[in-house]
């Protein structure tokens, strides 16, 4: 069957141009997928050709949720909304995966609102692969919902585990909340509550890792609240960044550094590649009953390529079914 | 007058001789500080001279607080704990500062018991000066206490502002908070509370920031609780060593590679040594009445040299007293 995917097409700081222009491009090259452009056809016209590839289509959505909107309201408030209509696609069966560079707020109170959630699942997570030095691992929540509980934690880790097992194909893997220190009785009350849940779970809970050891792959899946999973991530980006443009400045500080840099060109290449989050395309919403991919609202047009080719993997893997096939009815 | 630093030496993941070589070392450049070593006498004997100098002085203290212990009720329990010795001595103004590689916790609990809180404030918080490509900017809650209220950030903002300015000399620091994204209405319900009351307070507020900014100053103090602000400060630890390793790996893999690396080398020493987190030294733990500098666990005796001249740095500026004067009582 082919898979088909819906885009967002309005959602993002960028507007739909590189939205559109960016699932467009990827569509050209992938035509056993279609690709279905959710938004106002007014809007959209503008950045498409006059005839559409026969693998792409239109979906009209009169409305949109602003990125300074409260999300959850808006979401109810505006039912023909470019994420509602994208997610009644997935929900109809008219389509296998959302992508959306929309509110992440919006995103999640849709998928709610439509898809629901999991069987045994009181709230999704965002879910990526995090970079170390030895291969990724599974790092949420990144950014669903803030204010997690315990026993929320607890279901991240679950549903981590098994998008470790079935997405990355880790045997039994191991499972880890990111706290403020290794010993189990110090951290937030929610790290110490989840701590007892997951010694108490089938899982292969080995307990507490810091920050300094994110990017030495401290386990299969690292689990934390979004206040602290969001704030990591982004300043993962931010900070790799940084340390780039430093060593750009130091070569050209030095009076030998231009001959330096030359040589170092082709590793740093190699370096910054592997720091490309851009590849990633998004992150998956885990825990509802549907394939949603969160991307950067600041994704352009070559992420939102990503974007898609991530979200179609995604459908292609069918996640949800998995989580849902794996999950206990309790934590 | 002299300054007087009592050094917790029995703390720390590395056994007393770390701490009391690294102390040592320390004071004998610095013969205008008067150090008093605080923990064993039998314990610290081994590492010691038989001479001592003039300013240098043994404080006994029977017992220690183990870092597997429950802090607080350790520090209730064992009276003749060093850390509990070091901040009487604060306390009853024999000495300027306390500096320890103890338990956070612990540190923590035995600066509230002995020295007290500040008026206006109800939690210490512990603040770092952030690597930026603009220059350091306050960086708190590093990790004296999780599970902090919107109160909290409110008051650590107020004291990270007052630090601004007394230690960093910046005229009407801007404040900001860490937050999951930069709208208002976004984040943790802690985070909102806090939005509200420094809105309404006389601080430069420029509202949230988030993750990927921290590399760019985005604030002359920035607030968050310390399950985030201990996670980022100990990533970013982590994140650099892996960055610099990951670059040495790349020269060995090329051919070409130890010429590049030969070229690139003072460049390279340049960027680490800004990277270097032993040269600050520690934490200075900002809301207690007296001056307490808290370093890593893991600290060697050179890190453990740079936390006692951070330490007598800390107790000349006065900080406590500027807070106290600089306080309101409401936050």
Known sequence: MRLRVAVDAMGGDHGPEEIVRG?????????????LLVGDEERLRPFLEDDLPAHVRLVQASESVAMEEHPAAAVRRKRDASINVAMRLVRTGEADAVVTAGHTGAAVASAILHLGRLRGVDRPALAVQMVTDRGPFVFLDIG?????SGLNLAQYARMGAIYSAQVLGVADPSVALLSIGEEGGKGEARVQEATKLLADSDLRF??????????????????????????TIKFF??????IFDMLRTEFRRWPLGPVGYLFMR?????????????RLGGAPLLGVNGTVLITHGRARRRMIGYAVAAGAAAAGARIPERIAAALAPDP
């Open 266 to 278: 082709p590793g740093l290449r190699r370096m910054r590649s592997r720091f490309d989050y851009e």
């Open 23 to 35: 699932a467009m491009a990827w569509a050209v090259d992938h035509p056993a997928v279609d690709l």
């Open 237 to 242: 980006e931010g900070v790799s960044g940084f």
């Open 206 to 231: 080995i307990g507490n890792v810091e920050g300094k050891d994110l990017p030495h792959h401290p386990a299969d899946v690292v689990v934390c609240d979004a206040s602290v999973g969001n704030v």
């Open 144 to 148: 669903a919902t803030t204010d997690s």
